[in-house]
């Protein structure tokens, strides 16, 4: 079965350093996300791609993070600089794309440490 | 960011009970899902439901689609102890963009424990 997949599965930073992130979606899903979920909590969306253009990035902090899906396939999110309250799991989620009752795949998320 | 309301925050039964939670909204949504999230793992979809008052079903969990749009509810029936994790409802509301996807919003889970 498809899967989303996600590396590394932990990172472990020093506050102020740079990190990134890489999500590879199911195969021939045209959409895909970047949620955070803080320990206890659901996940909150971040970045949502359509192919290669972001549709969705309302909640994504822009002073130190980016998002990019340059070919429409695969994404890298990007942490710089990072800071304490960025400690959470980062997961990536993708869908077909287009219809309006599609089931979001996750993948096994990115777990961050802060330090 | 919003989240949604989900009670119980936290469950522990024993083997073989029953269980029940909900998810409350202060907005309309059209479409409802259940995910269950393991340890160190993302959210696997359970049930997805797309109208007021469905009722479906997967196995031994069963979920519904409030009438008012702003609830849902999932059940589980004699419970075994794979199901121990956390259960996330998750809600999608009408597109306000051209592709039709809209973002889910999550609710803040309910932990389940099944103590030997």
């Known amino acids: 079965e498809a899967e989303v997949a996600q590396s590394p599965r932990y990172k472990i930073t020093e506050k102020s350093q740079a990190v990134a992130f890489w999500c590879d979606p199911i195969s021939g899903h045209a959409t895909l996300y970047w949620y955070r979920q803080i320990l206890g909590q659901g996940p909150e969306l971040l970045v949502q791609f359509q192919d290669e253009s972001v549709v969705d990035d309302s909640q994504l902090p822009k002073d130190r993070f980016s998002a990019e899906r340059l070919k429409g396939v695969d994404s890298t999110l990007k942490i710089q600089p990072a800071e304490l309250g960025d400690s959470a799991m980062y997961l990536c989620?993708?869908?077909?794309?287009?219809?309006?009752?599609?089931?979001?795949?996750f993948g096994p998320g990115t777990r961050l440490l802060v330090l | 960011g919003q989240q949604l309301n989900q009670s119980p925050q936290s469950m522990f039964i024993q083997e073989g009970e029953d269980v029940s939670m909900n998810c409350t909204s202060s907005s309309i949504f059209n479409t409802w899902l259940w995910y269950k999230q393991d340890p160190g793992e993302g959210p696997v979809l359970l049930i997805a439901?797309?109208?007021?008052?469905e009722l479906t079903s997967n196995g031994r969990l069963t979920a519904q689609f409030g009438i008012t749009r702003k609830d849902s509810f999932l059940n589980i029936s004699a419970s075994i102890p794979s199901d121990v994790g956390i259960y996330f409802c998750?809600?999608?509301?009408?597109?306000?963009?051209?592709?039709?996807?809209?973002?889910?919003?999550f609710g803040t889970g309910t932990r389940l424990t099944i103590i030997p």
């Open positions: 439901l797309y109208k007021a008052g």
């Open positions: 998750a809600g999608r509301q009408a597109g306000r963009t051209n592709f039709g996807n809209e973002k889910l919003t």
């Open positions: 989620a993708s869908s077909p794309g287009g219809l309006t009752q599609e089931t979001q795949y």
